[in-house]
């Protein structure tokens, strides 16, 4: 429960117990503030000082004049309950495919893998929380660009993954030889020439190569459909993140049985056992 919450929640509580107020506080709010600000350890209205008051102060400035992503003037991007530095050599962190591994994948994976790929890994994000979530996993993080991997290696050493987790230079596939896992995870570029054209300046200071994917945004995904079972192992698993391609993606395999799991941004990811391929 978030401080606000519980603030919000004893205030009801103090109000309808018809509590008297006058020993240092003058409502149920005030109250309340009161007694979880002597657990917690902290006042929830402190003051702040003049160094911390400039730094906000500078950095609001910047957000508004500049429109940089927060995540970029701050370092830090969060997915789920982790944080991850970020910079602007990799995309800021964010995926749905991390609502999956909350039941690690079920019911579409028949056994926990021992082999992972992160496809275009870029800040190396999915990549570690895998590696959380599959202790007994070895995950392969590939990426084209270079600048994306050294944010990643950024990323897999404030975890201590170095010894689980190998970064590699690849497009998509091309340098992972014949090698097969029990699953493959890819947020690739997915974002249409037409919206494109239209992204909010914010967007702009990503890199661009990790957000285009041609007319119907589906460049990349073209070429993981074609090449991904050769790289699943018997029963593997192949999840894949496309905005709001979704449409685009059954017109273009109008035979291929796509599964979409029920996540915040419905239709946004599709899964594919390895039998199930084209």
């Keep these: 429960m978030k401080v606000s919450e519980l603030l ?9 117990a ?24 902290f006042l929830l209205e402190q003051a702040i000082n003049s160094k911390d008051l400039r730094k ?28 991850f530095y970020v910079d602007k ?10 609502e999956l591994l ?16 992160d496809l275009g890994t870029g800040s190396g994000c999915l990549a570690v929380l895998l590696a959380l979530e599959f202790p007994a996993a070895r995950i392969d993080a590939a990426d084209l660009s270079v600048s994306a991997l050294q944010v990643a290696r950024i990323n897999i050493r404030t975890y201590e993954l170095g010894k689980r987790i190998r970064v590699i230079r690849s497009d998509l596939f091309g340098s992972l030889g014949k090698r097969q896992y029990d699953l493959i995870v890819s947020n690739p570029p997915y974002v249409t ?26 460049d990349l995904v ?18 894949c993140e496309i905005g709001s391609n979704r449409s685009a993606l059954e017109r273009a395999y109008p035979k291929v049985e796509f599964t979409w799991p029920e ?3 419905p239709g946004s990811v599709f899964i594919l056992r390895q039998e199930q391929f084209p």
């Design 8 to 16: 919000r929640e004893t205030a009801r509580r103090f109000a309808r």
């Design 18 to 41: 018809g509590l008297h107020y006058g020993h240092g506080t003058h409502n149920a709010r005030e109250e309340a503030a009161w007694l979880i600000s002597s657990v917690l350890g």
């Design 56 to 83: 906000i102060e500078a950095l609001a400035r910047r957000r508004i004049r500049e429109r940089i992503p927060i995540a970029y003037l701050l370092k830090e991007a969060w997915l789920g309950e982790h944080a």
């Design 89 to 98: 050599r990799a995309i800021v962190p964010r995926s749905f495919i991390a």
């Design 102 to 117: 909350r039941d690690h994948f079920s019911p579409w994976l028949a056994r926990k893998p021992r082999r992972i790929l």
């Design 193 to 218: 020439a037409r919206s494109m054209r239209k992204l909010p300046k914010e967007y702009r200071h990503e890199p661009s190569q990790a957000l285009a994917a041609g007319k119907d945004g589906l």
């Design 222 to 239: 073209h070429r993981i459909l074609a090449d991904a079972k050769h790289h699943l192992a018997p029963g593997g698993l192949l999840a």
């Design 263 to 265: 996540l915040s941004d």
